[in-house]
Structure formats: structure tokens, C-alpha cells
């Protein structure tokens, strides 16, 4: 059974830092990963989206990478902002199953 | 192109009663997942339909089912509610072409009591 975890699970840091946003699964046998935000109360936006042949997708500030043989993946925020303030989830699909990571409480303080 | 929609939007519903939620998704996605979200669980996949069938399920009793219709739309059912039904329930859909790329519906907040 796939496993896929987030460390930290809350993470504070000042405004303009840059900060990378961790996710570990287990089975490395995952067809495709994507990267989302969600703010309290609300559903969930979409980052990234990265294919299994793929090692990493740019989007603006965002930057992640996939390492299926380390069994994990790394969201990348360039110069933080308040507005970036959300929780970051995985997610990951092996071909039959869908599965979210555990999530990250990420606060940017002004 | 309009967003994936979920009705109700709120739900307050009494234990041992069943429950429908419906997801229309976005125009040409034929995809559509489902999600439950806990505090305790975080989020967890229920089933996904691809052209009025289950292609694909989670770990969930066989209280949960859905359906989805021809033109795409989505229904989820629990029956028997359980006070640990009470969640946040997103649904998704996903464009034909493989990647199963997510899109993610508001959700419906499910209070059972």
C-alpha cells in the first residue's frame, strides 16, 4: 500500500524566502504527481502537475521535481509571499489508485 | 470554461439517514473522482467513474457508492450515515487523454448528527 508523507507539517517563515516543500511516497510505481494548494474553507487549487517520464515542471515562482527512485518529490517556492500562505498537498496516481500526501500548513509572514 | 460545480454546497443530515451529492464537471473532462476530507484522515479517495463506469476505487464500505450519468455528471450516495461520515466530500474530474490531470470541484461539507 502506498504510503506518501509531507514533513514538515506546519512550516513558518518570513517573507521572500525561498522554501522547498517535501513529499515521500513509498512505491515508486506512480504514473503522475500533482502539486495543489488549498486555502481554509476551500477546494483545492492546482500547481503542477508532473508526468512519470518527467523530473521537474516550472510554473512562475514554483518549481517541482520528481525523483521516483528516492520515492519523492519537492515543491520549490521562490521569494515567498503572504498571498503564498496555504496548505500544499500531493497527490499521486499509481495506475489503479489515487492518493493525497498528508499536507503541509505553510504560513508566510509579512 | 466553467469550473467543476458540487451541489449542495451544505448539508446537515441526521444519523441512519442516506445522502446524495451530485458534481457536474467540466465540459469534455470524462473523468470524475471523488474524495473524502477529514481532520483526522486527511484527504482520501473514494471511487473514480470514467464513462458511466468505476475504473478505479479506494478503501471505503459499501455504504459509499456513485454513479455517473452520460453527460458526465457525478452522483455520490452514503447510506446508513455515521457520525464519522461528517467531512468535507470533493469531487474532481479529469480531461480524456491520460494523464489524469485533477480539477477539483468546491466540495460539499457533510455534517451528520
Given at each position: 500500500k502506498q504510503e506518501v508523507t509531507q514533513i514538515p507539517a506546519a512550516l513558518s517563515v518570513p517573507e521572500g524566502e525561498n522554501l522547498v516543500l517535501n513529499c515521500s511516497f513509498?512505491?515508486?510505481?506512480?504514473?503522475n504527481l500533482q502539486w495543489f494548494r488549498q486555502d481554509p474553507g476551500k477546494g483545492l487549487t492546482s500547481l503542477l502537475l508532473i508526468q512519470s517520464s518527467q523530473r521537474e515542471q516550472t510554473s512562475g515562482r514554483l518549481n517541482a521535481s520528481l525523483d521516483k527512485s528516492s520515492g519523492r518529490s519537492t515543491l520549490y517556492i521562490a521569494a515567498?509571499?503572504?498571498?503564498?500562505?496555504a496548505t500544499y498537498l500531493c497527490w499521486l496516481f499509481t495506475g489503479n489508485q489515487f492518493y493525497f500526501g498528508t499536507g503541509t500548513s505553510l504560513t508566510v509572514i509579512p | 470554461k466553467a469550473g467543476v460545480t458540487q451541489t449542495p454546497r451544505y448539508l446537515i443530515k441526521t444519523r441512519g439517514q442516506q445522502v446524495t451529492l451530485s458534481c457536474s464537471p467540466i465540459s469534455g473532462h470524462r473523468s470524475v473522482s471523488w474524495y473524502q476530507q477529514t481532520p483526522g484522515q486527511g484527504l482520501q479517495f473514494l471511487f473514480e467513474y470514467f464513462s458511466e463506469t468505476q475504473r478505479n476505487k479506494g478503501n471505503?464500505?459499501?455504504?459509499f457508492s456513485g454513479r455517473q450519468f452520460s453527460n458526465s455528471r457525478s452522483e455520490m450516495n452514503v447510506s446508513?450515515?455515521?457520525?464519522?461520515?461528517?467531512a468535507l466530500y470533493l469531487c474532481a474530474s479529469a480531461p480524456v487523454g491520460?494523464?489524469?490531470?485533477q480539477y477539483f470541484g468546491p466540495g460539499t461539507r457533510l455534517t451528520v448528527t
Open positions: 513509498t512505491d515508486s510505481a506512480i504514473y515567498s509571499q503572504p498571498g503564498d500562505s | 471505503f464500505p459499501g455504504r446508513t450515515l455515521e457520525l464519522g461520515d461528517s491520460g494523464l489524469y490531470e
